[in-house]
Nanobody
Framework: QVQLVESGGGLVQPGGSLRLSCAAS????????MGWYRQAPGKERELVAV???????NYADSVKGRFTISRDNAKNTLYLQMNSLKPEDTAVYYC?????????WGQGTQVTVSS
């Protein structure tokens, strides 16, 4: 069983930056892929970014060039660096981890972009 705990959310002005962290209770080395999702009020949860065990990444078009996903296997931690934040980035951000036979979710961290 893997537990995921997100941190780093908060209130930031448009154009600002935040770095989200997702600490895993177990090793993430064997995870096939890990990702960040977000859910805004009244909207469905959407994929923000994903990173494979080999380090390949993929991003939603809305965040390309602004967000960077990374993982530190030694620290069992997933990161999401978010730059040039926009009001439309406001959402609860969730960490996700997957192996072939299972998937895990964190509890989410709120990101609010507002002046």
């Amino acid at each position: 069983q893997v537990q995921l705990v997100e941190s780093g959310g908060g209130l930031v002005q448009p154009g600002g930056s935040l770095r989200l962290s997702c600490a895993a209770s177990g090793s993430i080395f064997s995870m096939n892929f890990m990702g960040w999702y977000r859910q805004a009020p009244g909207k469905e949860r959407e994929l923000v970014a994903v990173i494979t065990s080999g380090g390949s990444t993929n991003y939603a078009d809305s965040v390309k060039g602004r967000f960077t996903i990374s993982r530190d296997n030694a620290k069992n931690t997933l990161y999401l660096q978010m730059n040039s934040l926009k009001p439309e980035d406001t959402a609860v951000y969730y960490c996700n981890a997957n192996i072939i036979t299972a998937t895990w979710w964190g509890q989410g961290t709120q990101v609010t972009v507002s002046s």
